[in-house]
C-alpha cells in the first residue's frame, strides 16, 4: 500500500495552484471539473487536488493498494462498523475502491486499478508526497483504530505526535496530539538533501522565509523546512523518510528527548516551531455522505 494524494476544497483554488506550481516547484498535470491536478516527478498521475469551493476542507487522503489489501480491507472495515462508501473516482487516474471515515472525521480513500503517468526527469521537482499528518483530539485512540482496522502500524510515539505507516517506509501518516481535528502538514518528497535546499531557496526569492527549519527529524530522520502556504496549509520540504523493517521496535516519548528547547537533531528551537501554529486549525474535515453498506 502507498500513500498517493490529498483532495483539498477551498476557495480561489487557482491561486493555491499557482503557488504550488510557479513557487513551491510542482507541474500542473492538468484542470478538470473545477480542480486543479498537481504532480511531482513520480509516476503518480497527481499529488494534490485543489477543487474551487466555498470553505476549506479536506476531501480525502488516498492510498493506492493491491486487490487483495482492498479485500482484506473491506472485511476488517465491515467489522469495525466505521463509517465507509464504495467508490468509482472520478479525480485524475481513476480506479475504484472505498472511502473508511475515522471517528474524529478523517476521510481515508483507498484505491486499486489507478493509472499511473511516465515519470518526469526533473531534480527540482518533488518525487511524491512522503506523509500527510493529521491533528487529533485523541491521537492514541486513532493510531489503535488504524493499527487494527487499517492494518497499519505504529513506529514511533514521541511528546507530540503518534507516526503510523503503512508499508516499510517510517511513517506515511502520523497523529498530533493536538485537542481538535483537522489537517497538520502536507510533505513533499525531494531528490535528495539539495534538492530541499533549493527549494528553500527558491522560496527565500520569493522572500518567503521557513516556519521551522531547515532541520532534521528525529522519527524517520528526514531532513525537513516547513512553510505556511498562502492559502492556509502548512506545507514541507522533505527527504525520504527512513525504510525499517518489520520488526523494528516502536519507539516511547521518553526515546525521542533533545537538550532543552531543542526539537531536532540538528538543535532547531522550539520557538521556531511556534511559527506553525497559526495554520494548525485552517483545514478541517468534511462529511459530506451517509454511511452505506460494503458492495
Not at 476557495?11 to 498535470?29: H, R, S
Not at 478538470?32 to 498521475?45: E, K, L
Not at 482492498?70 to 465507509?84: D, I, Y
Not at 511516465?118 to 492514541?140: G, M, S
Request: proline letters at 5%; aromatic letters at 10%; glycine letters at 8%.
Amino acid at each position: 500500500m502507498k500513500l498517493r494524494s490529498i483532495e483539498m476544497v477551498l476557495p480561489e483554488a487557482d491561486k493555491a495552484a499557482d503557488f504550488l506550481v510557479n513557487v513551491w516547484g510542482t507541474k500542473l498535470a492538468a484542470v478538470q471539473n473545477n480542480t486543479h491536478y498537481i504532480r511531482g516527478s513520480g509516476t503518480f498521475p497527481y499529488l494534490v487536488a485543489l477543487e474551487e469551493g466555498d470553505s476549506k476542507y479536506v476531501r480525502s487522503v488516498t492510498f493506492v493498494c493491491e486487490s487483495d489489501e482492498l479485500t482484506s480491507l473491506k472485511e476488517r472495515v465491515a467489522q469495525s462498523g466505521f463509517p465507509c462508501r464504495p467508490e468509482a473516482c472520478t479525480d485524475l487516474g481513476g480506479g475504484e475502491g472505498i472511502v473508511v471515515e475515522l471517528p474524529e472525521g478523517e476521510l481515508l480513500r483507498f484505491l486499486v486499478n489507478a493509472e499511473e503517468v511516465d515519470a518526469l526527469d526533473d531534480d527540482d521537482l518533488p518525487v511524491k508526497l512522503t506523509h500527510v499528518v493529521f491533528n487529533a483530539t485523541d491521537a492514541e485512540r486513532t493510531a489503535d483504530i488504524v493499527e487494527e482496522v487499517l492494518n497499519f502500524r505504529v513506529s514511533d510515539r514521541t511528546k507530540g505526535m503518534v507516526f503510523v505507516r503503512c508499508n516499510d517506509s517510517h511513517h506515511s501518516t502520523a497523529f498530533a496530539r493536538a485537542g481538535f481535528s483537522s489537517l497538520n502538514h502536507i510533505a513533499f518528497e525531494m531528490q535528495d538533501m539539495d534538492a530541499v535546499m533549493r527549494g528553500v531557496g527558491r522560496l527565500r526569492d520569493d522572500k518567503r522565509t521557513p516556519a521551522w527549519g531547515p532541520g532534521r527529524h528525529g522519527p524517520g530522520d528526514n531532513v525537513f523546512a516547513y512553510y505556511i502556504a498562502p492559502f492556509g496549509a502548512v506545507v514541507e520540504f522533505s527527504t525520504a523518510v527512513e525504510k525499517v523493517p518489520e520488526d523494528y521496535k516502536v519507539g516511547a516519548p521518553e526515546d525521542w528527548t533533545w537538550p532543552e528547547n531543542r526539537i531536532d537533531q540538528w538543535g532547531m528551537s522550539d520557538k521556531d516551531f511556534a511559527g506553525l501554529k497559526v495554520a494548525e486549525e485552517t483545514f478541517r474535515f468534511h462529511r459530506t455522505w451517509q454511511p452505506s453498506p460494503l458492495n
